[in-house]
Structures are given as C-alpha cells and as structure tokens.
C-alpha cells in the first residue's frame, strides 16, 4: 500500500522544494491546456489505460481529469507541497480514484509489481538521476506492464539544439524547477531494459511558436515478462 499524505499535502523534509516554479508552473501549465492544446495531448497519452495506475511527478494534477474509466485506481507520486497540494484538491473532482502521496522517482514509495501501468508526463527531464528513476518504474510495474510518457527532449536544427545544451548548462535548471532539456527519453528506456512502443516526436504547443522547451516525444514501452 502507498503511503498515504495528510490533508494538507505537507509532509516534512520535503525532498524537492521549489515554491516559485511551482507557483508559476500551475499558472502557465493551466493556460496550456487550453490555448497550447495540451489537453488533448494528454487524452492520447491516457488513453486506454485500465486498472492500477502509478503516475510518477503528477504536478498539479492536470493528468487525473483525463483517465479513462477502466482505471480503477491512481496512486499519484509528487515530491513538491505546493504542486501536491493542488494535486490534492484535483484528485477530489477526478472521476476515477486518485491518491495523492509525497515520494521522488528514485525511490517510490509502493510495493513492487503493484502496477499495470505507469506514467510519466514532463517529469524526467527534471528527475536527479534517471536509471534509478527508471528503474523503480520497472519495479512497480507487473510484467508485460506498460509504460505511458510524454518527455521534453532535443529538437529543432543545429541552432535550437546549440541553445538548448547552453541552457542546461546554465540557467533553465535553476530557473524550472530542475528540467533539463536535452535528455534523451526514448534512449534511456532502452537502456533500462524497456521494450519500446509506438512513440511520436511533437512540439508544444502543436502548430504554435517553437521554443527551447517546446520539442517533446509521446509514447509507450513495456516491462518485458
């Protein structure tokens, strides 16, 4: 069983804390989903999702409207108190369960194979250490589990990648929340033994202005059996 949060989304010893991003990032992330055209972007990550679910980094919740009703449970890991407390109150008008609970990715607090499915959605560009993150994901999931994700990653020309690898050097870590912009999601799931899906590389939002963070990848792997 999860561990299960208090009311007010406060734990202590929080292990990530960052009140400014995350107030700007609830802001920003609302506006997105409507004029970026986000949520529709995160109908096609969920869908056909069924049963258990373990969503990793879940923000503020703007995942939890858009599962389907084969899911019969969310267990809803974020390390972040006001995200989480967001999170908090978006699980409660959720149609489907939704359990909202403190843990990073590097160490999920549930018990092992208790999963038919993961999530991951714009949140291992900012995990301190990626295998180990990716690693736990395995763990949680039951054999043949999948694996749902949608990450920031390189993209553009030669000029756009050149300003993406300046700013991971430089400002974007500090200035959103840990993210960095040129992981390479679909290689490190082949690295940590995951069978790969279908997946399409977009950019966000989908027919609008190109930014450094703009190029994403969304798609599925599996826990091999």
């Not at 970026?36 to 939890?64: C, K, M, P």
């Not at 609970?101 to 607090?109: C, R, Y």
């Not at 301190?128 to 039951?142: I, Q, S």
């Not at 690295?191 to 966000?204: M, V």
Request: one cysteine or more.
């Amino acid at each position: 069983m999860p561990i299960r949060s208090a009311g007010s989304g406060r734990v202590s010893g929080d292990p990530v804390h960052h009140p400014l991003f995350a107030r700007c990032y609830a802001r920003f992330s609302a506006v997105a989903e409507t004029r970026g055209g986000v949520s529709a972007v995160r109908e096609r990550l969920l869908a056909g999702l069924a049963g258990r679910v373990v969503e990793i980094g879940a923000g503020n919740g703007l995942n939890f409207a858009h599962y389907p009703a084969a899911v019969c449970e969310v267990v809803a890991i974020e390390p972040e108190r006001r995200l989480r407390r967001l999170a908090l109150e978006a699980a409660v008008r959720a149609e489907v369960p939704v359990d909202v609970v403190p843990g990073v990715a590097e160490a999920l607090p549930v018990k092992s194979e208790a999963f038919d499915a993961a999530v991951v959605s714009l949140v291992l560009c900012s995990v301190r250490d990626v295998p180990r993150a990716l690693g736990e994901l395995r763990r949680v999931l039951r054999p043949g589990g999948e694996l749902r994700f949608l990450e920031h990653g390189p993209g553009g020309g030669g000029a756009m990648r050149l300003t993406q690898r300046a700013l991971d050097r430089t400002v974007w870590p500090s200035l959103a929340g840990g993210c960095h912009l040129t992981r390479d999601t679909v290689s490190a799931l082949r690295d940590a033994g995951f069978e790969l899906g279908p997946y399409r590389r977009l950019s966000l939002p989908e027919g609008g202005p190109r930014m450094p963070y703009s190029f994403c990848v969304l798609g599925s792997a599996v826990r091999p059996s």
